[in-house]
């Protein structure tokens, strides 16, 4: 018989090193992974708050040219402020002058009409196969348990009202504290960013303002473009206080989503008591604007206006609407194209990448801007240094813009 070795009759398999691995963190590590939980545990908590700072600096953004307008002509900046503040004022009460009261009095007639209003919608209803059950649960509708079931949700959704009534006057006074301490704010800014990067910064604002530009002008082109169909159609089809309706249905076409079911509500209801056909032509009409809209116009418009492209506007609509809801939905093309932009200034070239001509130009020029702003800001204060890069870099985007102009192909050649 075959003789084996003690060892391996002992352990006859011998079993592998059990090897342990240690993962040791630093404790700047942990107090860095510790701070960014907290900081993103701290920015939910005050979404609400930065929806008000945002929409504070858009309206910053909006107001700043017409005041930088004012300023070119002798008026000073204090006057030019009080001044653009109270065209607003007088242009939001006069919007509220004008649309409410008249869209409470159709409110109130519809309500009149109501028992009325319910005998031509259940006519209608039962004439065809497809809606008779829909006439038969109207016929037997029960107000008070309708209302009753729905209390809650009616709360909620006046809490909710009245809440962005009041961020929206945070945001307004806010915008006014902004442009009034506007040279405080901006030194303070340039105060903590070394001045190698005051150039870049100065752009960086520019775009910015550029940005908020465009998307408060495609706002305004497309509620201006609501409100003249909609006017066209309620008049066309005899509904009365169609102007008021219109004006309703343009400001909340500004509310993404749910503008259009706000929009065809009191339009639907108002066409309705003129008749089933008038009532089916509105609904069915607006429907298909909304689709126009929705799939056409906001991509072109928004696009063209904030250099993004449609399937972007499109993606940035849903993914802003199903994080933070309406206010997310509104702020989500500006936030979107925002982003692009500083993606595109603060890029960081990787192993391998070859630098683009366009580059080299915008890499070139900061350098020659960069070298002048220094010559004109040696022992400037912040404060007066960054009305000198903003100078400096707008004078260099409006040359952008003449040569992008310059070399822009006739039409006729074109043709």
């Not at 001045?195 to 960086?204: F, Y």
């Not at 008049?235 to 219109?246: K, L, R, T």
């Not at 492209?309 to 925002?338: D, H, K, M, N």
Request: aromatic share 8%; net charge neutral.
């Amino acid at each position: 018989m075959t003789q084996y070795p003690e060892k391996f009759a002992q352990n006859p398999s011998p079993s592998k090193e059990k090897k342990t691995i240690r993962i040791e963190l630093a404790r700047s590590t942990i107090i860095a992974i510790v701070a960014v939980v907290l900081g993103f545990a701290l920015i939910s908590q005050l979404v609400p708050v930065i929806f008000v700072l945002i929409t504070a600096l858009m309206l910053v953004g909006t107001l700043n040219p017409a005041v930088a307008w004012l300023e070119r002509h002798r008026i000073r900046r204090f006057t030019s402020i009080a001044i653009i503040f109270a065209v607003l004022m007088v242009v939001l009460v006069a919007l509220a002058v004008f649309t409410v009261p008249p869209f409470i009095a159709q409110v109130v007639s519809l309500v009149q009409q109501e028992p009325e209003l319910r005998g031509r919608l259940i006519k209608f209803l039962a004439a065809y196969p497809l809606t008779e059950s829909l006439a038969d649960g109207l016929r037997h509708i029960q107000y008070a348990a309708l209302f009753k079931s729905y209390s809650s949700e009616a709360m909620a959704f006046s809490r909710g009202f009245f809440e962005i009534i009041a961020y929206g006057a945070g945001s307004f006074f806010l915008a006014l504290y902004i442009m009034i301490d506007r040279d405080r704010l901006r030194g303070a800014l340039f105060a903590v960013i070394p001045r190698a990067h005051h150039i870049k910064l100065a752009r960086i604002m520019l775009n910015l303002e550029t940005i908020v530009g465009g998307y408060v002008r495609g706002q305004v082109l497309t509620c201006t473009m609501m409100t003249v169909f909609l006017f066209i159609l309620l008049s066309a089809c005899g509904v009365p206080n169609a102007i008021a309706i219109a004006a309703f249905g343009g400001i909340m076409d500004v509310l993404p989503f749910v503008g259009i079911f706000l929009t065809m509500l009191p339009a639907v209801l108002a066409a309705l008591a003129i008749g089933g056909v008038a009532a089916t032509v509105v609904f069915v009409l607006l429907l298909c604007y909304e689709e126009f809209e929705s799939r056409i116009l906001i991509p072109i418009v928004y696009g063209r206006a904030l250099r993004l492209p449609s399937s972007i506007v499109l993606f940035a609509l849903i993914a802003g609407g199903t994080l933070y809801g309406i206010g997310g939905a509104l702020l989500a093309l500006p936030v979107a194209a925002t982003l692009l932009m500083l993606i595109d200034e603060l890029k960081v070239e990787l192993p391998g990448e070859s630098p683009q001509p366009k580059d080299l130009a915008v890499q070139k020029d900061d350098i020659v801007g960069e070298a002048e702003y220094l010559r004109r800001t040696n022992g400037m204060p912040a404060e007066e240094a960054a009305g000198i890069a903003l100078e400096i870099s707008g004078d260099r985007k409006l040359n952008e813009e003449d040569k992008t102009s310059d070399n822009s192909i006739p039409l006729e050649n074109v043709v």
